[in-house]
């Protein structure tokens, strides 16, 4: 079954140390299993041009919890970190066996554990073949370092062709796809603005389907609060179908008296595919608006009325 995903980006960097171990204190109190980070969150707010505070901040949080680890899961990302903090992004380390080792290494340090439930190929690295890239990703399930393996901001015919290599060769393969996902969405082809945001569409959503042993994971999946703060809604999502779905939305959600935030989050969790929404939130209020929505039951009649409204 999905599960709300607690998105730890901002810690240790637009959200501090204390406030960070609160809303994973909570996080875990309200029974939530899993952390995502990444080893490049947050470069782009730190003086160091660098990432890896993310990391810091949650292996700090393991260690002043003793037998915390045996209870959360954690899920982080690799290929991303810039080389160097001047350039940043374009600098990204990318997906070449070295650096997928290195990383992986750098990471667990970080954390301050021996092993990773969930490592993800944080962005396409065609520049290296990819079969280099999946025999090194595989490897590290043999060796008991990775428990299962993700692909983010990737196609998914190239997640596809990943996972055949992998086959071939008798190793672990991409069970997971991490892309940006929400109810309401951009225009098609419009621009967002990060480059390496790869959108969920009607294809992806049916190779997920078609491949039982694949899930999906949905970030930024509240829009950055753009579904109260309409200024914060990028301008890819200025059309028709955005009008249509929020009056829907609004709708049901006044029949179940539930936030807009709750009644996206359950269309999630609960939909076909069942999407694994990540949640950034940054206070404690927030996010027990986001782990109510586990209360908000839509009907079929609800669910086909939001579906519709596209």
């Not at 955005?242 to 709708?251: G, I, P, S, V, Y």
Request: hydrophobic residues 40%; charged residues 25%; proline residues 4%.
């Amino acid at each position: 079954m999905s599960e709300i995903v607690l998105g730890a980006m901002l810690f240790g960097t637009r959200i501090g140390e204390r406030e960070s171990f609160a809303l994973l204190d909570h996080f875990t109190e309200r029974g939530g299993r899993w952390i995502d980070t990444a080893n490049n969150y947050s470069f782009w707010l730190h003086e160091s041009g660098l990432g890896g505070q993310s990391e810091q901040v949650v292996g700090r949080w393991l260690a002043a919890r003793p037998g915390m680890r045996d209870r959360v899961r954690i899920s982080t990302k690799l290929g991303a970190q810039p080389t160097d903090p001047a350039i940043g992004f374009p600098s990204a380390e990318g997906l070449s066996a070295p650096v997928i080792r290195r990383a992986t290494e750098q990471s667990l340090a970080r954390l301050g554990i021996e092993h990773l439930d969930l490592l993800w190929a944080h962005i396409e690295d065609r520049s290296v073949p990819l079969d280099e890239t999946v025999t090194a990703f595989g490897e590290l399930v043999t060796r008991g370092v990775v428990g299962r393996l993700g692909a983010s901001n990737h196609p998914a015919w190239r997640v596809e062709r990943g996972r055949q290599l992998a086959a071939a060769q008798g190793i672990a393969g991409w069970t997971a796809l991490q892309l940006r996902h929400s109810y309401l969405r951009p225009r098609p082809g419009a621009a967002l603005p990060a480059s390496a945001h790869r959108v969920v569409t009607d294809e992806v959503l049916d190779f997920v389907r078609d491949n039982e042993d694949v899930v999906l994971w949905a970030y930024t999946a509240l829009l950055n609060g753009g579904y109260v703060l309409p200024e914060r809604l990028d301008e890819a999502y200025e059309h028709r179908g955005t009008t249509r779905r929020l009056a829907e939305l609004d709708a049901v959600a006044a029949e179940l008296g539930a936030s807009r935030h709750q009644v996206v989050l359950s269309w999630l969790l609960g939909g076909s595919p069942g999407g694994w929404p990540i949640v950034g939130a940054t206070t404690v209020e927030r996010l027990d608006e986001a782990l109510d929505a586990y209360e908000i039951k839509l009907d079929a009649a609800q669910r086909d009325r939001l579906d519709r409204a596209a």
